[in-house]
């Protein structure tokens, strides 16, 4: 009857000292620099997600056990509901390759499953304990918009967001500048690494211990869970788990697939398919040099830029380098292998894949074509087509798509500051802005 929910410790601490799921949820990164781990994850029946007759169904179902200890059944599942209110479809394209499209939220990208449920989690943990918070949140392009707008308008909560200018696409950065509630952008003079430094050297800086202060990168334990549901979703569809191929980049979508795996998926391979950013690859592949993190490289699907993926140290601590090593195979796909993949399956499959989508899905057919295992491929699409313009106009000479959601950005009013990469310039930022609950 009494169920065992799982606890939380730090990556950095050896003790493994265990807090709550709300504890961790509103401190995003630990108190020693380390990220939370679940110390343990969940067997979810198969009745929970196979037999779920929708998304928020299963999501409800599936995040029941994870959090049913410390939030009300009914609670949970109208947060949920409110949350993952868009449809989650898998297309099939020709020789078992499925796509799981993530990108019908709001802000058109995978990120807003992780920010619109998250949001709606600390808003409720935040309104019992009568505290507010101001989010900081680093960004490569998808994040800050799907947090701008997953927490805006939110009570007790403020956002603080920082995006590298002139690194993201003129869409993007539109979606991060436009003016809500309660949400501060600032265009930082760098790349994302140094924003995401920030962000981190904020969080440890003792200048700004008193203030209520937390994350809503992938570093935060409540945007892995809900990027767990959309592999379950997908899989019911199939007799026996397909491999599943992920873009990635900071490896919190992975690490969320790496979850729903161990909740009783049993994938038998992920693909973990990055772009120039190859630190994760080179591990995978066991080379000498691919221990150290390396400055990012700027890429036509920028929302994978990453040289030091944060969840890397997570996902060592959740299953370790052996396991990684066996379960994952990594690959490195070049601009101009991304490019011919999108003109590829938009000819023969009259398919719009964004660049990041592109990725996997080359990597998928390097997989092949190298291992000549042709088992069925789930290749997770994690952003809308409609966001990268310039890349359907270089990769096809074609005018891309449009969607309305975007159309209508160009209409609104826009709010951005300038930030120069600073620690010391930051802190002052946050000093101004932040309110300390009495
Ligand atoms: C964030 C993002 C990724 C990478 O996801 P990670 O969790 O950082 O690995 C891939 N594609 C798109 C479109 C994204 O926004």
Known sequence: MSEVYPQYYSTRDAAKTQVSFEEALLAGLAPDGGLYVP?????????????????????????????????????LANLVRDALDFPVPVVLLGDDVGVLELFHGPTLSFKDFGARTMARLMSHFLARRG???????????????????????????????????GKVSDVQER???????GVRAFAVEGSF????????????????AHLPLSSANSINIGRLLPQ????????????????????????????GGVLASRMGLGVPRFLVAHNANDFFPRYLDARAEAYAFRDTVATLSNAMDVGAPSNFERLDALVGAETMRDELRGSSISDEATRARMAEVYRHEHYLACPHTAVGLEAIARYRQQSGDDRPVL????????????????????????DPALDQLWQQDVAVEPLT?????????????????S
Do not use: M
């Open 39 to 75: 110390t343990t994850v969940p067997e979810v029946p198969d009745a929970d997600w196979r037999d779920a007759a929708t998304f928020d169904d299963l999501a409800v179902n599936v995040l029941g056990h994870w959090l049913a200890g410390e939030i009300g059944a009914a609670t």
């Open 131 to 165: 505290e507010r918070l101001t989010i900081l949140v680093a960004t490569s392009g998808d994040t800050g918009s799907a947090v701008a707008d997953g927490f805006a308008g939110q009570d007790n909560i403020d956002v603080v967001l920082l995006y590298p200018k």
């Open 175 to 181: 979606q991060l500048i436009v003016a809500r509630p």
């Open 193 to 208: 690494d140094d924003c995401q430094r920030l962000v981190k050297a904020a969080f440890v800086d003792p200048e700004l």
């Open 228 to 255: 767990s549901l959309y592999y379950l979703w997908a899989a019911r569809s199939y007799e026996t788990a397909p491999l599943i191929c992920v873009p990635s980049g900071n490896l919190g979508n992975l690490t």
């Open 379 to 402: 290749n997770l699409a994690t952003a809308h087509p409609a966001k990268f313009p310039d890349a359907f106009r270089e990769a096809l000479g074609l005018e891309p798509p449009t």
């Open 421 to 437: 990469p600073s620690l010391d310039v930051f802190r002052e930022v946050l000093l101004d802005t932040v309110e300390v609950s």
